[in-house]
Structures are given as structure tokens and as C-alpha cells.
């Protein structure tokens, strides 16, 4: 069974579309991770949820909206898809906030592509 | 702030060899550092950590690693390369903040292994 499963696999879409791209984890974690990985695989986190409360909000444009309706999911909607958006969205889920007890798990990630 | 830089963006090493991948980090408090490994099309997967108990850390796939805090650095070592083992390596450091905290990742090292 897949840990943490994100759909789809694969993203390509125009310049001013609206997606989502959608993420479970069937671990029993509470905290759950986007981050983004850009074309040179720098990793940067986006967003953390801990039990469907937002705990961590990095400086994402707010075109970039993260929704968990329970603490087994958390998905990420885009408006007004940019160029620059293009990159590999990875889903992460923990089993508690403080990750030194808890290693990060990661989905396979979702390959958006915007032309 | 803390960060973590990685020096070498790209090793090559023969099957067989030692393989060293170096890590430098920065941090004000005393940190949580951590090793992932990402094969192709894939999530990251945890290697190994340090959290403060011994400072040489034997991680999965017989890489290990070595906090020395007088050179700020966690350098990760396996002593013979596997074809298997080709993949992207990144650092990574807890960034301990109120009750959470999140993993700041230094941008990677593609490891190439040459048969």
C-alpha cells in the first residue's frame, strides 16, 4: 500500500488555468507538507498542516491555496497557473510537528508543467 | 536563520569506491541534521540523522554519517558504492521554531557511480 499517494502523477496545463493537485496519507500522521522542487531540485516547503490547522506558511504567492478537509489529506489549488509554477510538487506527511522525531515521508511527486 | 550548503553538485565515484558526500550547515542552536536520498521519478526517502545522542550515524543502505560541530558539518560516507546507489542526496536541518519546526534542505548532490 502507498504511504503517501499524490494525483496526478503528471500536470500539463496552459498559462491562466486553475488546478489541483490532491495528496492522502494513509500512515495516521498529524502534520502534512507541501514543497516544491524547482528545475535544479532545490527543495523549498510551502505549506505544513498539523491536524487540519495551517502551522507553517512560507512566502507563497496567494494565488496558491492549500486545503485539508481531514488530517489524511491535503490538497494544493493554483489560480492563474504561471511559467513559473512549472516544477514538481512533492506531498510529505510526519507523525508529529517536531520532525527530528519524526522523519518526513514523501509522495512521488506531481510534475506540473505550464505553457 | 539556519541553511545548509552542500559542496559539489555532481560526484562521480568508481563501483566499489568510497563514497563522500559533504555537508556544511548553519545554525545558532544546536541543530537537527538529516540525510534523504531521492532516486529518479521518486519521493525523498530518510538515510539517516543526528539528534544530539552519538555523533557518527549509521543510516539504511550502509551509509553513515558524522556530526562534528567544530566544522559544522555532517558529512555522509559509504565505503563501497553500489550501481544502486546513484541518486540525489540532499542535507537537511530542523529549523526549530515555537512548538514546530520545519526542514530547511541544502540543493542536493547528484551522485553518479561508474561501473
Known amino acids: 500500500d502507498t504511504a503517501v499517494s499524490q494525483t496526478p502523477k503528471y500536470l500539463v496545463t496552459q498559462m491562466g488555468n486553475d488546478k489541483s493537485i490532491k495528496c492522502e496519507q494513509n500512515?495516521?500522521?498529524?502534520?502534512m507538507y507541501w514543497y516544491k522542487q524547482d528545475s535544479k531540485k532545490f527543495l523549498k516547503i510551502m505549506f505544513s498542516?498539523?491536524?487540519?490547522?495551517?502551522?507553517i506558511n512560507e512566502t507563497v504567492p496567494n494565488r496558491f491555496s492549500p486545503k485539508s478537509p481531514d488530517k489524511a489529506h491535503l490538497n494544493l489549488h493554483i489560480n492563474s497557473l504561471e511559467l513559473g509554477d512549472s516544477a514538481v510538487y512533492f506531498c510529505?506527511?510526519?507523525?508529529?510537528?517536531?520532525?527530528?522525531?519524526?522523519?518526513?515521508?514523501f509522495g512521488n511527486g506531481t510534475r506540473l508543467t505550464v505553457t | 536563520a539556519q541553511s545548509v550548503t552542500q559542496l559539489g553538485s555532481h560526484v562521480s565515484v568508481s563501483e566499489g569506491a568510497l563514497v563522500l558526500l559533504r555537508c556544511n550547515y548553519s545554525?545558532?542552536?544546536?541543530?537537527?541534521l538529516f540525510w534523504y536520498v531521492q532516486y529518479p521519478n521518486q519521493g525523498l526517502q530518510l538515510l539517516l540523522k543526528?539528534?544530539?545522542?552519538?555523533?557518527l550515524v549509521k543510516g539504511i543502505n550502509g551509509f553513515e554519517a558524522e556530526f562534528k560541530k567544530s566544522e559544522t558539518s555532517f558529512h555522509l560516507t559509504k565505503p563501497s558504492a553500489h550501481m544502486s546507489d546513484a541518486a540525489e542526496y540532499f542535507c537537511?536541518?530542523?529549523?526549530?521554531?515555537?512548538?514546530?519546526?520545519?526542514?530547511?534542505f541544502g540543493p542536493g548532490t547528484s551522485l553518479s557511480v561508474i561501473p
Open positions: 543526528y539528534t544530539s545522542a552519538a555523533t
Open positions: 500512515l495516521g500522521h498529524d502534520t
Open positions: 510529505a506527511s510526519s507523525q508529529l510537528r517536531q520532525s527530528h522525531n519524526s522523519p518526513l515521508h
Open positions: 545554525s545558532s542552536v544546536p541543530p537537527y
Open positions: 498542516y498539523n491536524n487540519k490547522e495551517l502551522i
Open positions: 537537511a536541518v530542523s529549523d526549530r521554531k515555537t512548538s514546530y519546526d520545519k526542514v530547511i
